[in-house]
């Protein structure tokens, strides 16, 4: 079947993860332990708050919640731990915000991969409908988009900010469908994660992995039809070659 719609992962897939999304971590768990931490029987140090979401110093686990779940997840965990003196749906506003606000506190870190606007550009003027589906929020993801200058590239945003199931299950991706008028068999999903490729398979459609993000290579292989350094390294007659037909 022809391929006609391109879905990608935003951050280690089309934005620079590490950098950005380390600093952010750090910076909210340092605001949630000043918030919440004042129950002197729960002693939780920002080093717990941030093993608990997979980060382990400079190191970002592939499956932690930072690089493949919804904030609501990292928020659960937090909540369970601090054991905090509100309810869960409140914690959970608070751990959004100081996520979005460390974001936009952090301008400078939205960047763009290496030659990757320049090959979505291209990709779009071949005539492939090209959507995002991320697991960052909503005000976090169109901030980095507009600051990157990639949101008018695209004819489907898709985040996970508590009312749509977040990747891996399909939910993400038959939106773009739903929204491009297409079948899943007809996209290609490109992510850093194992959980991306788990999502496009889940959706039926083919998987690109990418060694821009938190996976390696051999974490990658196993999930995804091809593995690529980079989407800007994305050319039709590789992917053909690879296995991925009708391109």
Known sequence: MEIKGLLFDKDGTLLEFHQMWLRVAQGVAADIK????VNKTINTTEIQLLEAIGVFGEYVDNHGLLASNPVEDTALTWYEMLQPQCDLSEFTAVVKSRFNAQVEDNPELVQTLPGVKDKLIKLKQKGFKLGIATADTRDSTLYSLKLAGLTELFDYIGFSDGDIEPKPAPALLLGFCQQC??????????????SDMEFGANAGARKVGV????????ELLPYADVVLASVADFELTFCRESGISNL
């Open 211 to 218: 060694l821009t993000g938190t996976a390696t290579e051999s």
């Open 34 to 37: 000043a918030m919440y931490v």
């Open 181 to 194: 008028n297409i079948q899943p068999e007809q996209v290609v999903m490109f992510g850093d994660t194992v």
